[in-house]
């Protein structure tokens, strides 16, 4: 067994930190957006928030979160290891919204929704920073969650993002 190493798991921290930054930096401009009639926008700043808060989670645990499809596939374990439904359900909304940027089809009471919906998320990462994992004992898991773990337990092959080359938060709305 392994000890960890004090130094990368506080370079974790630093990052998972920025990550959350970010995130909800992204939800205030969502509203902002929102606010201003501006659906599109809004409906994309919820969608990185939430994408954003995966990377909080995910960096604590160390994992790779480095590819687009990841995020579902985070949320879907996060929803097995917390045992809530919901995490799933509320990231197939927000994935709605991301469709919305693209196609633009959502009427704003939808948006609104969805973006209620990103700042529920992201605070429940964000609670879950702090909690301990609840890993799935081995015994339990099926064919398909034991694809999904391999996928995410996969280390990236090197740091692709240093904590200082993340935006910065002066270039992200207030």
């Not at 979160?65 to 509320?90: A, C």
């Not at 605070?123 to 702090?130: A, G, M, N, V, Y």
């Not at 694809?147 to 240093?162: C, D, F, G, H, N």
């Amino acid at each position: 067994m392994t000890t960890p190493n004090p130094a990368s798991e506080q370079k974790r921290r630093a990052k998972s930190d920025r990550y959350l930054q970010i995130s909800q930096r992204l939800l205030k401009h969502a509203q902002q957006q929102l606010d201003q009639g501006g659906t599109l926008q809004a409906s994309e700043r919820a969608y990185g928030a939430v994408s954003h808060g995966a990377k909080v989670y995910r960096e604590l645990r160390g994992r790779n979160h480095f590819k687009h499809y990841r995020v579902g596939l985070i949320y879907d374990q996060l929803s097995d290891e917390e045992s809530d439904l919901t995490l799933s359900s509320d990231f197939a909304i927000i994935e709605s919204l991301h469709n919305n940027f693209l196609e633009y089809k959502l009427p704003t009471n939808r948006v609104r929704s969805g973006v209620s919906v990103a700042r529920r998320l992201v605070k429940k990462l964000d609670s879950l920073q702090i909690a301990p994992s609840n890993s799935l004992p081995s015994s339990s898991i099926d064919q398909g969650q034991g694809r999904r773990l391999s996928l995410l337990m996969q280390l990236p092959s090197r740091e692709r993002v240093a904590t200082e080359d993340l935006p910065p938060l002066e270039y992200l709305p207030e």
